[in-house]
């Protein structure tokens, strides 16, 4: 069940992170998006849940409160946006990184794979380390709900956004590749397990694979992403022995 909820009190995109993280952990909640601009919160029930616990949950800095949908509209069609326009932010920055690092590859004359997916991954990295660290806690926050390893050493979320960086960097700079290319294959190796037992369990949590930005749900589009690292990891360690 989807309900649309008022929420007042949030003036900054921290606020959105509080509110929504707070929704998060209780019970019974599956998945929430949270605006402050339209100062509302719609929530995912996978089971009954009374106001009062919603509101103790997000502190009483911020108040919620039912919110009247138009008469006769369903939730579902009121908030459900199509596929593109979920996944849009992760589609744009995959088509930019790809039609630059392709450029570059016109620009030399001929096409280097190895060149290619370097440069793809020093762009990928670099990317998605940015947005992390936009807002480090509120990602940490994220990774923790499921990540193998953050769910049990929290820190491990903190880290996590800086190795992306140096990765980036490495990638970039071309530096110590053969270990560059190893560090990538067991961190996303990692990242990849959490990612896989989420989607199979078929929970409804937000992805956090570009921080608390913006609200990707966490589906086989995460999988995907997680994999083409991993493969072209291991394709340049193979190709670079």
């Known amino acids: ?21 707070g929704l998060l952990s209780v019970s019974g909640v599956s998945a929430a998006i949270v605006s402050k ?19 103790t949950a997000i502190s009483d800095k911020y108040k919620i409160s039912s919110l009247d949908l138009p ?4 939730p ?42 370097r440069h793809f991954m020093a762009g990928f990295f670099l990317v998605f380390s940015f947005f992390k660290l936009l807002n480090l806690k509120g990602f940490a926050d994220s ?19 800086f190795i992306e960086l140096g990765l980036g960097v490495s990638y970039l700079l071309n530096v110590y590749p053969l270990w560059t290319n190893a560090v990538t294959f067991v961190v996303m190796t990692i990242s990849i397990l959490g990612v896989l037992q989420t989607v199979l369990n078929k929970q409804k949590i937000q992805c956090a694979c570009l921080g608390a930005v913006f609200n990707l749900p966490m589906s086989t589009v995460t999988i995907i992403e997680d994999g083409l690292m991993i493969a072209m990891s291991l394709a340049m360690i193979v190709m670079g022995l």
């Open 1 to 21: 069940m989807i309900k649309i909820f008022q929420v007042s009190g949030m003036t900054c995109s921290s606020c959105e992170d509080k509110v929504k993280t």
């Open 37 to 55: 601009d339209a100062g509302t919160a719609t929530v995912t029930f996978s089971s009954s849940v009374p106001l009062a616990a919603l509101q």
């Open 71 to 74: 008469r006769g509209a369903a």
């Open 76 to 117: 579902q069609e009121v908030i459900a946006p199509s596929w593109f326009e979920t996944y849009r932010p992760i589609l744009l920055i995959f088509g930019y990184i790809t039609l630059v690092t392709l450029l570059i590859q016109a620009l030399n004359g001929s096409f280097d794979a190895m060149v290619w997916m």
């Open 143 to 161: 990774y923790a709900m499921y990540d193998v390893i953050a769910k049990k050493i929290p820190a491990w979320g903190y880290a996590y956004a």
